[in-house]
Structures are given as C-alpha cells and as structure tokens.
C-alpha cells in the first residue's frame, strides 16, 4: 500500500517504490544510530561524574584515615553530639580544634552518603581553608565550622549540574556569593549535595548520580528539590547546610526529614553564583536559605551572613542587617494562622501539627489569629505554575532532550512535552470534569 502511494506520489522523480522504501530504511537507521551516539556520549558524561565523584570521596576517606591515625584519642561522639551555636563557640574559643571538626563531619558524611547516597561531590579544597584560618586572629561567627551545599550553589573548581547531563561542563569559574561570605566568617564547605534532575521535583533522584533516600525510612524520599541536604544533617553527616525554595524544596525537605529550614525573603541572600536550569523568572522569586538541626542553629547562620560582606559582594541585596533586637524581643506577637487553604487537601497529621504549634504559641503569650489566605487559585496557577513556565517549557524540553530522563519525572517531563496547543485543547476538554486539571495544563502553556 505504502509503495503504490509513493508511486502515485512521486512518478517525476522516476523513483520505483523500492528505491523509495530502501532510502526511508536508511534514514530512520540514520535517525536512530545517531540518537544511540547521542545516548552513549551522555551516558559517557555521566560515567566520568561518577567517576571523580567516586574518586573525590576516596581522597576523602584517606585524608580522615591519616587524621585519625595521628589524633587517635580523638572522640567524635562529643563533636557530633554539639548543637551548632554550641560548637561555634567552643571553636571560637579555642576548646575545640577546626581540625578535628572538620575531619570528624567529613567522615560522618562519608558514612551517611554510604548508606542514602545524598553526597553529589566532596570539596577537597576545604583541607586548604582549614590550614588558613590556623593563622587567622579575627575569627568569623562561623569560625571553624563545617557546612554543605546543594548542588546548584557556585563553587569554584566544581560543576553545579542542577541533576542534568547538560550541565557537566566547565566547572565554575568563581565562588558564590553565599560561598564567599560563608567563608569570610570562617566557614568550611566541605561537601555538594544531590538533587532531582532539573529541581522542579519533590523527590531527589538523577540519571547520573542516583536517588537520594531518606534517613528515617529508606522506602520514602528525603524531600526536593533539597533533598540530599535534609538526608546529609537529618543523618548527621552536617551541622549546617543550605538549600533553595521555589515551591517549598527547604520546607519539605526539613519537613520529610525533620530538620528546621528557613526560607527567607525573596533576595534577603544572594543568589548571584547560583545556577538555574530556567533562567529569569520574574514572577516566582526563589530563595537561599539555611537548615539546620534547630532553630539556634538557623538564628546563628542569618546573624553570619546579614553583613556588610553580604552587602558590598552582592548590591541588589537589601542592606538589612540581622535585627538582634527585634530577634530577642519578648513582647507578645499576633501571629495569623490557617489549618488549611482551601485549595489543598491536607492530612490529619498536618492538622494537628498546626494546632499544636498554635496551643504552644498561646501559651507562651501569643496572641493566634486565624484567617483564610485569599485567592490561592489565581496564585497557583497564575502566578507560580504561568510564571515558572512561562515560556511553555520549551526550556526545559530543550534540556530534558539532551539528558536521560530519571525514572521519576517521565511522567512529569511527558507533560512538559505536549505542545501548547494540544495542552489548549486538552485543558478545554477536561474542564467541565476535572477544572483543576484544565487549570494547569492551560497554565503550562506559558504566558498568554
């Protein structure tokens, strides 16, 4: 039938059916030997990741081994068992040695990573830092303390891959602007975290480096999009770390693992030196922000970091210092509360969370008061969903098609793939059934 089309069709060209065959065999054998190079270089990318991935921890692992053999009275319990305001004093102090902080986290995250796979890179070059603050004599408020970083925030030497094979390019050229402040209050990065291909995922899982899993339970996700960070502290394998929030990748994280996170204000930490997979969103605005295993911890971190260096690296940060007054103040708050939206379905158990923090709140001399938030709707779809895609995903589309996807976003990916106009005809005809559905997907289309 095929062959008697193209006779018909193509009678000028005096070529007979079976040329026309053999050469549309040659072609879909061309298409396809070249998506298989474009595979196996990918898959090539990935394994040399892996490999200095692998290569980085091993290095690692020696540096602590050689630490242990000439400290070997060392007790890394007492170390480990140190909040974090605690422990940056005794190091402030001189009680305890940077040394062995540092080596005692690298080797507790070594053998957390071991277990939930939440390390993407370790940082060799904080063995380096480590020897310049020996002769330091103004100490940072962070002097000696060991932190993380997920994946997307800049350090130099390493890659921020935001989980995509496209980006395992050049590694960064400069630090960070929160890597550079951290490090002028004495801060040691010493280990990357893992995320979920692209961020724009709850769970953290990759093609390259694997799933990330939760320390409490290995069945269920750690959280995302910073899910290897709440895996590395909840564990123990950090004090102090630092994630980003779209859409709630510090919250649920912290949530999942049970950590305490902060998402600041909208710019209140630089982003300058973050890589993101879907540059110049305007209408979401993300965020840096700190977790830590108490809220101590994350008061300690905003104290650091809400200075002048912050100030002068980055000029579009509000120069707001940390308000220690309002901060320590014990005048009663009135503070507005909601059990839920209206828009999302919460579980009991999140209920319960809410009143219970509530019934704490007013014993302590707070005053709650409930409200309803207004149009979250609108907000969702028109705000978040529009402006985070607003360019119909074409972006993402483009990167997701030099990559393998992960198992866990085809789904995800698949609708990003529809075209607009197809997801325009589908949002019409789901819309007298499902309307949320309608919404999204009419909102996936982009701007109008």
């Not at 300690?300 to 320590?328: H, S, W, Y």
Request: aromatic content about 6%; some cysteine.
């Amino acid at each position: 039938m095929i062959q008697e089309t193209l006779g018909h069709l193509l009678p000028e060209l005096e070529l007979d059916p079976h040329t026309v065959s053999a050469l549309l065999c040659a072609s879909a054998a061309a298409v396809a030997a070249l998506n298989w190079m474009q595979r196996r270089r990918i898959q090539k990318k990935m394994e040399e990741a892996r490999r200095m991935r692998d290569l980085g921890l091993q290095c690692m692992e020696k540096a602590v081994q050689r630490f242990k053999q000439q400290n070997p009275g060392a007790d890394p319990s007492r170390i480990l068992s140190l909040p974090l305001v605690e422990l940056a004093e005794k190091l402030k102090e001189g009680s305890l040695s940077a040394e062995s902080v540092l080596y005692t986290y690298v080797d507790k995250a070594l053998a957390v990573t071991r277990e939930l796979n939440c390390l993407r890179h370790v940082i060799p070059e904080c063995e380096g830092q480590l020897r310049d603050l020996q002769g330091q004599k103004e100490k940072g408020l962070l002097h000696g303390v060991p932190v993380s970083i997920k994946d997307h925030i800049g350090y130099k030497g390493h890659l921020s891959t935001c989980g995509f094979a496209p980006f395992l390019g050049p590694p960064e050229q400069e630090n960070s602007v929160l890597v550079q402040v951290l490090k002028h209050q004495g801060a040691i990065p010493f280990a990357i975290t893992n995320v979920p291909q692209s961020l724009f995922n709850y769970d953290c899982s990759n093609a390259i480096f694997g799933q990330t899993l939760n320390p409490w339970d290995h069945r269920k996700s750690p959280g995302g999009s910073s899910g290897g960070e709440g895996a590395l502290i909840a564990a123990g394998g950090s004090i102090l770390g630092f994630g980003s929030d779209l859409g709630g990748s510090i919250r649920l994280p912290s949530s999942f693992c049970g950590l305490c996170g902060l998402k600041p204000t909208g710019k209140r930490l630089s982003l300058s030196g973050v890589t993101v997979p879907v540059p110049g969103l305007l209408s979401v605005t993300g965020a840096i922000g700190p977790m830590a295993q108490d809220v101590g911890g994350l008061a300690l971190c905003m104290r650091a970091l809400l200075g002048d260096a912050l100030f002068q690296l980055d000029p579009t940060v509000p120069p707001i210092p940390f308000n220690e007054k309002l901060f320590c103040a014990s005048t009663p708050l009135r503070i507005g509360y909601y059990e839920t939206d209206g828009y999302f379905l919460l579980p009991p158990c999140m209920r319960r969370a809410v009143r219970e923090t509530g019934e704490l709140l007013q014993e302590a001399g707070h005053t709650l008061v409930p409200f309803a938030p207004p149009r979250v709707d609108y907000v969702v779809n028109e705000l978040f969903m529009r402006g985070a895609f607003a360019d119909g995903c074409s972006t993402l589309v483009d990167l997701f098609a030099q990559d393998l996807v992960d198992p866990g976003l085809k789904p995800q990916v698949n609708c990003y793939r529809i075209p607009v106009l197809v997801k325009k005809i589908l949002a019409l005809l789901v819309r007298p059934l499902f309307p949320r559905l309608a919404r999204h997907l009419d909102a996936l289309c982009g701007v109008r």
